[in-house]
């Protein structure tokens, strides 16, 4: 993610800014990639501190109209919760955009949310037909801590979330293509299988032996929904890593140029060799203060040919589809 220009004196802004440091009300527009000081700001900046633009005034901006279905605010720190979710979303949705998806010049569907609070039960989170459905509660840290463990999950954000469950969209808009089908079942395998038998052998067996040798995650190994899913969502956490890098001032020996732009490099096995020497590093800065690591994953060669995979459709595919 960059790091924005302030349009009404000095100093910088960061992505979810809804103020300069004077004070000065400032909103994004995810068009122009830049922070502007004037309205219309979207009508949801006052219930959920939604930070972009909007077309008119009283109107909802390009993320926050994607919600067709709102949480039930009685439920308690549903409010908070839908904030920190709907954040997360606008995040997301600004890294596929530097590749064209979801922008005015994409000429396909966009995602539906449904976004939804959780009472006693547990809300499943998942796509169906375009419409993703997002619990709010693990926004909460400590119900997302718990069922990381339980779950035996080393890495699960909000944004995460929102990276897996929008690249399930991913595919079901690629997958109008017949030769991105017959490409996704080489590499992947044929996702024709019963999704629903997959997931209870899963989750009753666990992963298969050596996984790690052909998965990222012991999730991707349910399906290959599910394995396409963590490649994508894996993808964007690696491009997004280095963006941040750059964006941020920060240098390495591994940087093909001090100007580079991940979102722009078209050479997929240059992108992840960078980002993976890169996390490495920060992984550990962040051991030397007893936190976990970022990116607590090995790449094998097979995930690595996965990611390469992704890599060419996802920067490509918004155009036409």
Not at 18 to 44: E, H, I, K, W
Not at 56 to 61: R, V, Y
Not at 142 to 164: C, D, F, N, Q, W
Not at 286 to 307: I, Q, W
Request: charged share 20%; proline share 9%; aromatic share 10%.
């Amino acid at each position: 993610m960059h790091v924005f220009a302030n349009p009404v004196g000095a100093g910088s802004l960061w992505f979810d800014n809804l103020a300069t440091a004077d004070g000065t009300p400032v909103a994004y527009d995810p068009q122009a990639r830049a922070f502007l000081p004037m309205p219309p700001f979207c009508v949801n900046r006052e219930v959920i501190g939604c930070n972009w633009i909007a077309p008119e005034q009283g109107a909802f901006c390009r993320s926050c109209a994607m919600t067709a279905l709102a949480p039930d605010t009685s439920i308690p720190n549903a409010m908070p919760n839908w904030a920190q979710t709907e954040a997360a979303k606008r995040w997301v949705l600004d890294n596929l955009g530097r590749w064209h998806w979801f922008r005015p010049e994409d000429p396909g569907t966009r995602p539906v949310f449904h976004m939804l609070a959780e009472g006693p039960t547990p809300v499943p989170m998942g796509h169906a037909g375009g419409v993703v459905t997002i619990s709010v509660a693990e926004a909460d840290p400590v119900l997302s801590t718990t069922r990381r463990e339980a779950l035996e999950e080393p890495y699960r954000t909000m944004i995460g979330h929102m990276r897996h469950e929008i690249a399930h969209m991913l595919w079901w808009r690629l997958s109008l293509r017949e030769d991105f089908l017959t490409a996704f079942r080489t590499m992947f395998g044929d996702e024709r299988v019963d999704y629903p038998t997959a997931l209870e052998r899963h989750y009753h067996d666990g992963p298969p032996p050596g996984w790690r040798a052909s998965f990222l995650t012991s999730y991707a190994s349910a399906h290959p929904h599910e394995d396409w899913a963590e490649t994508a969502a894996h993808l964007l956490h690696l491009t997004d890593i280095s963006d941040s890098f750059v964006a941020a001032g920060l240098s390495s020996p591994e940087l093909p140029s001090s100007g580079w732009e991940p979102y722009m490099e078209p050479d997929a096995e240059r992108l992840i060799h960078v980002a993976a020497s890169l996390v490495a590093g920060v992984n550990h800065v962040n051991r030397s203060m007893g936190l976990s690591d970022l990116y607590p994953f090995v790449l094998s060669e097979t995930a690595l040919r996965k990611l390469v995979f992704v890599h060419g459709w996802l920067r490509r595919g918004a155009q036409g589809l």
